[in-house]
C-alpha cells in the first residue's frame, strides 16, 4: 500500500472517462507526483462530491484535476465548494464530441473560475502538466523535473525534422 499522501486529485463523472483522464494519472506518474484518482459524480453523487470538495484542502490536496462529459457540471461544483485549483477537462461525449463538454466546463461565471483545458487527452495530459508547474514553484526537485521534460520534448520534435 502507497503510504505517501495525494497531493492532486483525479475526479472524473464515470468510469467511461478513464481512456481520457488516465492521460493526466500517467503524467503524474512520469513526474513522481502522489495522486488519488477517483469517479465522483455531481449529478449522481451530489452528497459524496460536496464531502470530496470541502475535505480536499484539509487533507493536503493542492490540484484537483476533474473530467467530465456532456452537461459537465463536475468541475465547476468541486469549484464552488473547495478553494483548491480546480483544472477542468472536457471528456469528448457521444453524439456532440465534447463541445458540449468543453462548453459546459468553460463558461464559469465570475468568481469561480476553473482553468479548462484542450478536449480530449491532449487537455488531461495539459492539465497534469498545469498542476506540476504550480506545484513546482515551491518544489525545486519537482522544477528541474519540468526543464528536462521540456528538453526531451524539444529533442524529440527536432528529430522529426524530415530529410531532404
Ligand atoms: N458530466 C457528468 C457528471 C457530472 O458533471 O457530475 N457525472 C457524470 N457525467 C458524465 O456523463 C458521461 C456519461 O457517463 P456514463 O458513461 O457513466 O453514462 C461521462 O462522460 C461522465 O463524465
Known amino acids: 500500500m502507497n503510504s505517501v499522501k495525494p497531493v492532486v486529485g483525479v475526479l472524473m463523472g464515470s468510469s467511461s472517462d478513464w481512456d481520457i483522464m488516465k492521460h493526466a494519472t500517467d503524467m503524474l506518474t512520469v513526474f513522481d507526483v502522489p495522486f488519488e484518482a477517483q469517479v465522483i459524480s455531481a449529478h449522481r453523487m451530489p452528497d459524496d462530491m460536496f464531502t470530496y470538495a470541502d475535505a480536499a484542502h ?3 490536496i493542492r490540484a484537483i484535476i476533474a473530467g467530465a462529459g456532456g452537461a459537465a457540471h463536475l468541475p465547476g461544483m468541486l469549484a464552488a465548494k473547495t478553494i483548491v485549483p480546480v483544472f477542468g477537462v472536457p471528456v469528448p461525449s457521444k453524439y456532440l464530441k465534447g463541445e458540449d463538454s ?4 468553460v463558461q464559469m461565471p465570475k468568481g469561480v473560475p476553473v482553468a479548462t483545458f484542450a478536449i480530449g ?3 488531461a495530459a495539459n492539465a497534469a502538466l498545469h498542476a506540476i508547474a504550480n506545484l513546482a514553484m515551491n518544489d525545486a526537485v519537482l522544477a528541474q523535473k519540468l526543464k528536462d521534460f521540456r528538453v526531451k520534448q524539444y529533442e524529440h520534435a527536432l528529430a522529426m525534422t524530415l530529410q531532404s
Do not use: D, H, M, Q
Request: proline content about 0%; cysteine-free.
Open 58 to 60: 484539509g487533507r493536503g
Open 102 to 105: 468543453l462548453y459546459s466546463i
Open 121 to 123: 487527452e491532449a487537455g
